[in-house]
């Protein structure tokens, strides 16, 4: 009966879909509009009511900022990949698959998350200085059957997001599309070094419709190609115009540290990329991960306020620029603080071990011995249930990062072990490098969220 139910709501949700794709040139208010009434039809109190407003008062002014935006992705960018991504990212994900997720976590009593990050493969085309990922080697890779197995099990869960890193998963280009090709209700994203797209790739995505890319930057030439290798810059450069040639959604994921956090939120930069067709920018804060790392490249508590400021700036209503931009380390106060432990989101690394965060590399599950399930009740998951948030100021969010002892406690009394293949850390090893920062961060994180 619940099958049938869906087939019928995702059947009424891709009617409005459509009918606002054809009059999409018409009258586009009145298209959104539509939609945004069967969003609240459908979600009802999953967002306040305020939100729902929000979003007609955005689409009744075609002279603002964001709407400017909108405007920009209907005209550039594929129609099957907009009515794909409105279904899968929108309807299957965000309000159906939401849906399921919740009643999942109470049936079984743990977080479930809403995104699931899988590693194909830990092999690379390039060699980045500082990469964690490089730390795995280039000898593992999920295959194509459990990749597949993840995702079926993950849709039973109501998880219809699934995110790829690694190594450099475009390396597994044919099982990517593969695995979008059969799991067609289901978004898909990979973050990549950008090197591998080209016009046959772009073809595959814009057929598929429901991929979409992030490609690594950390800033102009000379710097990324210092740690990505010569002549990278170019070839990210040609990616985009490849990508944006053939109509598709990307942006970049981009790691901002102490030498170039300037440079990759200045005006300038943020200019090139709009203009090259991303949609987004991810940005993350640089995780001393691993026995190798370098502690001197984290951000200074003023450079760390000074971001906090900034990507509020840049996606403001008005003013800043016409691109959204995230920031996963100080934007906890939007989604409650930490999302990793299955909350939100968690990891499975090239060797199938099912990691709370991308950043912290222990587990006690492997998914090629147990179930999805049973990895997501591993006592390290639970650990992360019954701790979160972890701090009730959502601008000191990681149990890592922020708060060393609360994951130097939890791996010590679950018993968690290191998932690093080359160079096991120990978790006192890696909180040490934490423990002065967390401390300075404070006082400052403290009188932000006062205000």
Same mark, same amino acid.
């Given at each position: ?5 869906? =087939? ?28 945004? @009434?069967?969003?609240?039809?459908? !979600? ?30 209907? @005209?550039? *960018? ?23 997720? +919740? ?19 830990? /092999? ?6 500082? $990469? ?5 080697? +280039?000898?593992?890779?999920?295959t194509y059957e459990e990749l597949d197995s993840i995702i079926t099990q993950g849709k039973e869960l109501g998880i219809y997001f699934y995110m ?9 280009? !044919? ?23 080209? @016009? ?7 057929? *598929? ?71 987004? !920018? ?10 190798? /790392? ?14 906090? +400021? ?18 996963? =380390? ?15 989101? $968690? ?6 071990? *099912?990691?709370? $965060?991308?950043?912290? +590399?222990?587990?006690? !599950? ?86």
């Amino acid at each position: 009966m619940g099958k049938i139910r869906h =087939q019928a709501e995702r059947a009424a949700f891709g009617k409005v879909v459509d009918s606002a794709m054809r009059h999409i040139n018409k009258d586009r208010e009145k298209s959104f509009l539509k939609i945004v @009434d069967l969003t609240e039809n459908f !979600a009802k109190d999953r967002f306040r009511p305020e939100s729902y407003e929000a979003a007609r008062r955005m689409i009744q002014d075609p002279e603002g900022k964001w709407m400017t935006y909108v405007d920009r992705i209907l @005209d550039e *960018v594929s129609p099957n990949v907009i009515r794909t991504t409105a279904m899968n990212l929108g309807f299957e994900a965000m309000l159906s698959g939401t849906k399921i997720m +919740h009643e999942s976590r109470e049936k079984y009593q743990c977080n479930i998350p809403w995104l699931i990050l899988l590693d194909p493969t830990s /092999a690379c085309n390039l060699k980045c200085t500082g $990469c964690w990922a490089a730390e795995y080697g +280039h000898t593992l890779s999920l295959t194509y059957e459990e990749l597949d197995s993840i995702i079926t099990q993950g849709k039973e869960l109501g998880i219809y997001f699934y995110m790829y890193t690694g190594g450099e998963p475009l390396v597994r280009k !044919a099982d990517i599309i593969k695995l979008c090709e059969k799991h067609n209700d289901c978004a898909f994203h990979a973050f990549t070094n950008g090197t591998l797209v080209d @016009d046959a790739f772009c073809e595959e995505m814009d057929r *598929v419709g429901n991929l979409s890319l992030s490609i690594s930057l950390e800033g102009y030439e000379e710097v990324n190609d210092g740690r990505r290798g010569s002549g990278v810059f170019d070839q990210v450069m040609k990616a985009m115009d490849t990508l944006k040639k053939h109509g598709q959604i990307f942006g970049t994921s981009i790691c901002y540290t102490r030498a170039n956090i300037d440079t990759v939120t200045s005006d300038q930069f943020l200019d090139m990329i709009i203009e090259k067709g991303c949609r987004y !920018a991810w940005y993350f804060h640089y995780m001393p991960v691993g026995n190798d /790392a370098a502690v001197e490249l984290m951000p200074t508590k003023e450079q760390r306020e000074y971001m906090y +400021h900034r990507i509020r700036e840049i996606r403001a209503m008005e003013g800043g620029k016409p691109i959204f931009t995230f920031d996963f =380390q100080n934007d906890g106060e939007y989604v409650g603080g930490c999302i990793a432990g299955g909350r939100n989101y $968690c990891h499975i690394n090239p060797n199938g071990d *099912v990691e709370p $965060c991308v950043f912290i +590399h222990y587990s006690s !599950a492997n998914i090629k011995e147990v179930s999805l399930l049973e990895a997501l009740k591993q006592p390290l998951f639970m650990a992360y249930r019954e701790g979160q948030p972890f701090n009730e100021n959502h601008l000191r969010p990681c149990p890592m990062l922020e708060n060393p002892e609360k994951l130097m406690e939890m791996v010590h009394r679950t018993g968690a072990k290191s998932t690093d293949m080359q160079s096991p850390e120990s978790v006192e090893h890696l909180c040490g490098k934490c423990f002065e920062y967390a401390k300075e961060w404070q006082e400052k994180a403290d009188e932000l969220w006062k205000k």
